[in-house]
């Protein structure tokens, strides 16, 4: 999981940084809409919901990018963390830290600053990884406990 999300943090921070130059009006508005939803659906507590905005969000900057396969490869490593995400859920606090993110990006964005929007997918990704594999290691602690217990 550490490595796939190694790959993630070298093509989504290099898709950032391309997408400043790619970007239309439309594609900054589509993700503010995206942002809009995926806080709309965190205040109704709807975690498929936030996770479609949150994938939408991050679709419309790879779709900028004109680059078919890491598009490809990014959405084969979705189906597996999503997969977790939704059985694992996210923390209170990586939750709030998304939308920070995703507003600091947009920002970025908007001011043509590509190495700014880079540096924050980067930073967007690792905290992503360090949230998930947190709550594995988490629910692999509970789950040992709970075998210890029940053998005793």
């Known amino acids: 999981l550490a490595e796939i999300y190694e790959i993630r943090e070298a093509i989504e921070s290099f898709m950032a940084r391309r997408f400043v130059d790619l970007a239309t009006a439309d594609a900054l508005e589509e993700m ?3 942002q809009a939803e995926l806080e709309r659906c965190e205040k109704a507590d709807d975690p498929v919901g936030r996770q479609e905005a949150d994938r939408r969000f991050h679709r419309i900057i790879l779709g900028a990018s004109r680059n078919s396969q890491a598009v490809l490869l990014l ?3 979705n189906n597996l963390i999503n997969a977790l995400r939704l059985q694992f859920g996210q923390s209170e606090a990586r939750r709030r830290q998304i939308h920070e993110e995703h507003r600091a990006l947009l920002a970025a964005f908007r001011a043509g ?3 700014k929007a880079a540096r924050i997918s980067a930073r967007h990704t690792r905290h992503a990884r360090n949230d998930l594999i ?3 290691e988490a629910s692999a602690t509970g789950a040992r406990r709970t075998t210890a217990a029940s053998s005793h």
């Open 32 to 34: 503010e809409a995206a």
């Open 75 to 77: 959405e084969r490593q």
């Open 113 to 115: 600053d590509g190495e």
């Open 134 to 136: 947190a709550r594995l």
